[in-house]
């Protein structure tokens, strides 16, 4: 049996998941008649303690909704140099907002109020107006680093008096509130977004749900439908993510003692250089010098195990609900006895 390891995102639904969609009320959300779909909103806002939610077919659109209700042509986003907004979505900041990007170097991808402060333009008639700043949590790139909410408040705090709009891409928030013991319901009071996916570590084939004020969503209602994303009878999808935040959170530490096991084997083997801590369900490591990362992955591959290449010297493992704990026993035995032979 292959483990796969490549991306939280691979996971199919178990019985109970497909269950609840087969037996979903719906009804055409483009007219506002999905009932499941107004219950998975409402539930993941009353969550956060925020006012409303909109249910999106991707991250990524969540993301570039929020960014473009936030902001105004010429206008600039402050983010860090490796965040997924910036990154992976096609640079689609430029394409949909019109905005530029103002780049940082957070501590594997964690920012703070002294990074940001100085990058924040005054107003002039040369500068772009910095109207965002985008947070990631926990940050993909920074192999699952998370910030606690004792170091968003004073970014948070930052913004208010600089008159800043603060979203958060919480594709992984739930590994997040996990790890650092936070609390979902006290998020709210600090960012003016929140993007929450639904099919990363919670196990639902389709969807995110992007969190805000009343006034908020009712705009970002209208960038959906501009974006092709109002979906008619997404119940059935809705449905799904009502089941995954019932009964796919609690187990997630799971997934962060099976990534901590990954990474105690590879800290013990000679082809890999070094391995970024681990806080949740990522474990990013580098590999030895004079190896390729494509080559290793090859290798693993060839034993059942499944992962990807993530930089010129990186590979990235990430752990899921279809992982269990006998696929890591196997995968960890796997690693400590591979024995790599020199690069084709
Ligand atoms: C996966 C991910 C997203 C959204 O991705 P989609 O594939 O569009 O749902 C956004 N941010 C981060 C950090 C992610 O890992």
Redesign the pocket.
């Known amino acids: 049996m292959n483990v796969d390891l490549r991306s939280d995102?691979v996971t199919t639904p178990d019985q109970g998941m497909l269950d609840a969609m087969m037996s979903a009320k719906v009804g055409d959300d483009v007219f506002g008649e999905d009932e499941t779909v107004k219950a998975l909103e409402h539930k993941l806002a009353a969550m956060f303690n925020m006012e409303a939610g909109l249910f999106c077919p991707?991250?990524?659109?969540t993301?570039q909704i929020a960014i473009k209700c936030f902001t105004n042509p010429m206008d600039e986003v402050i983010c860090d140099q490796t965040a997924?907004v910036y990154r992976y979505e096609r640079g689609g900041i430029a394409y949909h907002s019109l905005a530029s990007v103002r780049l940082l170097n957070g501590e594997r991808g964690i920012l703070t109020p002294e990074l940001i402060e100085p990058e924040i333009n005054d107003e002039n008639v040369h500068y772009p107006h910095s109207s965002l700043v985008v947070l990631?949590n926990t940050v993909?790139k920074g192999g699952g680093a998370c910030y606690s909410l004792s170091q968003i408040e004073p970014i948070h705090t930052l913004c208010n008096i600089k008159g800043l709009k603060l979203h958060l891409?919480g594709?992984?928030i739930f590994n997040a509130l996990t790890a650092t013991g936070d609390h979902a319901k006290d998020y709210g009071q600090y960012f003016d977004g929140i993007s929450v996916?639904l099919?990363?570590g919670l196990g639902a084939p389709v969807g995110?749900v992007l969190l805000g004020s009343k006034e908020t969503i009712k705009k970002a209602v209208n960038i959906r439908k501009a974006f092709g994303g109002g979906m008619r009878q997404a119940g059935f999808l809705a449905a799904a993510g009502i089941y995954a935040l019932d009964h796919n959170i609690a187990r997630l530490s799971t997934d962060h003692k099976h990534a901590k096991a990954l990474a105690d084997a590879l800290n013990n083997v000679n082809y890999v250089a070094s391995v970024l801590p681990v806080e949740t369900n990522i474990v990013v490591f580098e590999v030895a010098e004079g190896l390729k990362p494509a080559h290793l992955v090859h290798q693993l591959a060839e034993k059942g195990i499944a992962c990807n290449v993530t930089g010129p010297k990186t590979v990235r493992m990430v752990t899921h609900l279809n992982i269990s704990s006998e696929m890591i026993d196997r995968a960890v035995e796997n690693i400590i006895h591979l024995h790599v032979s020199a690069n084709k």
């Open positions: 995102t991707s991250g990524t659109m993301n997924h990631e993909n891409d594709a992984r996916c099919s990363k995110s």
